[in-house]
């Protein structure tokens, strides 16, 4: 069956950087765009930017430019995304989303990963 | 930019009602449009996927409707365990946001 594991919680300073992960298993990796996904507290869903596994190209929403990279290792079937310059608007859960057949019908979710930037 | 409005952000209703959420989109997404259910401290699920095809496994009491501008997500006969925060989602145009404001839906 289809997973996606997330890495554990993380707190950081402001000015640092995270980088979340994304296992993937139960499918061929590298079919299957994988798309992150942003929720402060209390607030709604932010789509944040979109991998192709197989040939590493992204998008990402304009907002995150320059302050978010994502890649993925094929070998692990593993899909990241690092956040540089945090600030504490930054503290949410972030989640991976399995793109359906590139429509971005996004049909399969990590569990999630709550990023908390304090100082 | 394609921006998303939901009505109403939340609602209170009875076991057994008719539930109707509406999503509107600022320009012409065709029907690309997905609803997502979002129960507390879980990620969403997938329920509505091109405005009207349920998602497999999804229970028949959930439909959607709508192309163009409006949509309208149901739930034919409310059950406790519909309990949770509602969220279309265009992918017409990713890259300008994607997700509507969320509809809060509680058991009157």
């Known amino acids: 069956q289809v997973q996606l594991v997330q890495s554990g919680a993380e707190v950081k300073k402001p000015g640092a950087s995270v980088k979340v992960s994304c296992k993937a298993s139960?499918?061929?990796?590298?079919?299957?765009?994988m798309h992150w996904v942003r929720q402060a507290p209390g607030q709604g869903l932010e789509w944040m930017g979109i991998?192709?596994?197989?040939?590493?190209?992204?998008s990402y929403a304009q907002k995150f430019q320059g302050r978010v990279t994502m890649t993925r290792d094929t070998f692990t079937s593993t899909v990241y995304m690092e956040m540089s310059s945090l600030r504490s608007e930054d503290t949410a859960v972030y989640y991976c989303?399995?793109?359906?057949?590139?429509?971005?019908?996004?049909?399969?979710w990590g569990q999630g990963t709550l990023v908390t930037v304090s100082s | 930019d394609i921006q998303m409005t939901q009505s109403p952000s939340s609602l209170s209703a009875s076991v057994g009602d008719r539930v109707t959420i509406t999503c509107q989109a600022s320009?012409?997404?065709?029907?690309?449009l997905n609803w997502y259910q979002q129960k507390p401290g879980k990620a969403p699920k997938l329920l509505i996927y091109d405005a009207s095809n349920l998602e497999t496994g999804v229970p028949s009491r959930f439909s959607g409707s709508g192309s163009g501008t409006d949509f309208t997500f149901a739930i034919s006969s409310l059950q406790p365990e519909d309990i949770a925060t509602y969220y279309c989602q265009q992918y017409d145009n990713l890259l300008s946001g994607g997700f509507g404001p969320g509809t809060k839906v509680d058991i009157k």
């Open positions: 320009q012409d997404i065709s029907n690309y």
């Open positions: 991998i192709n596994p197989s040939g590493s190209s992204t």
């Open positions: 139960g499918y061929t990796f590298t079919n299957y765009y």
């Open positions: 989303a399995r793109d359906r057949s590139s429509t971005s019908i996004l049909d399969y």
